[in-house]
């Protein structure tokens, strides 16, 4: 350490301590332009003044800690953007549910498997149903007619199914409910 003219001067290594940082980042801050250093005639290599260089260096963190805080309020405020959006987005739905435009995936899954047991159970019935339509009937165009008939009736319950509306009238457990 010198002093010249009123002034503390140091070494790089010196400024190092003092920062807590290494000489090779005390020269990459003076070729940035942070930190300035005079060459003092009589003295070996740059010399800082300290009470420059700890305004300048104050200065250049705060500049650091701003910019980071800048950064992070724009990853808040972008976050809350997609948060909004997302919330926009699940209301949206939530309407289409109970304007009966769209169905929950559970309520669909549910539903399927109804529908799928109710063709199980009418499919398993046929040969009752039809046993008791062909008994004493031993013409075989009269059994064809009675067969084709019974198993026309039996695809127009299955295309005909049901419409949600029913389901939910079937099951108001699973309806939404319009509190």
């Not at 953007?81 to 109970?98: F, H, N, P, T, Y």
């Amino acid at each position: 350490m010198t002093t010249l003219n009123d002034k503390l001067m140091m070494n790089s290594s010196e400024l190092a301590s003092i920062f807590s940082i290494s000489a090779a980042r005390i020269g990459q801050l003076t070729a940035d332009g942070i930190l300035t250093a005079e060459k003092i005639p009589g003295i070996r290599g740059r010399m800082f003044d300290i009470k420059i260089c700890i305004q300048n260096y104050i200065a250049y963190i705060q500049k650091r800690i701003d910019s980071k805080a800048g950064n992070s309020n724009e990853r808040i405020a972008a976050a809350r953007a997609d948060r909004e959006e997302m919330a926009a987005r699940k209301a949206s739905l939530e309407l289409g549910v109970l304007e009966k435009q769209l169905h929950r995936a559970e309520d669909v899954a549910v539903v399927f498997n109804f529908t799928a047991s109710m063709i199980k159970t009418r499919l398993l019935s046929f040969p009752a149903t039809l046993a008791d339509a062909l008994t004493g009937k031993n013409d075989i165009n009269e059994v064809k007619e009675i067969m084709r008939v019974e198993v026309y009736k039996l695809l127009e319950l299955l295309a005909t199914g049901f419409t949600m509306d029913e389901f939910y009238e079937a099951h108001p457990e699973l309806a939404e409910d319009e509190d």
